[in-house]
């Protein structure tokens, strides 16, 4: 079983940064591949970025390329979103999940490849 713990949530404006990140307890971390996701009011939840065991291979939605960078502290067992640039249409809740394995795009891209899931922190991007 893994708990995980979402921070850093908040109201900012567009163009601004904010740093999310996820507290991974019970078995360790270092195990698990590790994803972030977001579920905008009235959409479908959407996959963001992952990051494998290691932290050498990476999956990135275009909706965030070159504004989001995913990372991980496997002796602290967290995991970090880097978001800058901000715009409106990022504002949702953001979720962190874990993942047994880690696979090929396609798979990573889709929530059924996660097991585990934190409770969320809401992001929200006034214009």
């Known amino acids: 079983q893994v708990q995980l713990v979402e921070s850093g949530g908040g109201l900012v404006q567009a163009g601004d940064s904010l740093r999310l990140s996820c507290a991974a307890s019970?078995?360790?971390?270092?195990?698990?591949?590790m994803g972030w996701f977001r579920q905008a009011p009235g959409k479908e939840r959407e996959f963001v970025q992952a990051?494998?065991?290691?932290?050498?291979?990476?999956y990135i939605a275009d909706s965030v390329k070159g504004r989001f960078t995913i990372s991980r502290d496997n002796a602290q067992n967290t995991v970090n979103l880097q978001m800058n640039n901000l715009k409106p249409e990022d504002t949702a809740v953001y979720y962190c999940?874990?993942?047994?394995?880690?696979?090929?795009?396609?798979?990573?891209?889709?929530?059924?490849?996660?097991?585990?899931w934190g409770q969320g922190t809401q992001v929200t991007v006034s214009s």
């Open positions: 019970g078995r360790t971390a270092v195990n698990y591949a």
């Open positions: 990051i494998s065991r290691s932290g050498i291979s990476q």
């Open positions: 999940a874990a993942a047994p394995v880690w696979k090929s795009e396609y798979f990573m891209k889709r929530s059924m490849a996660y097991d585990y």
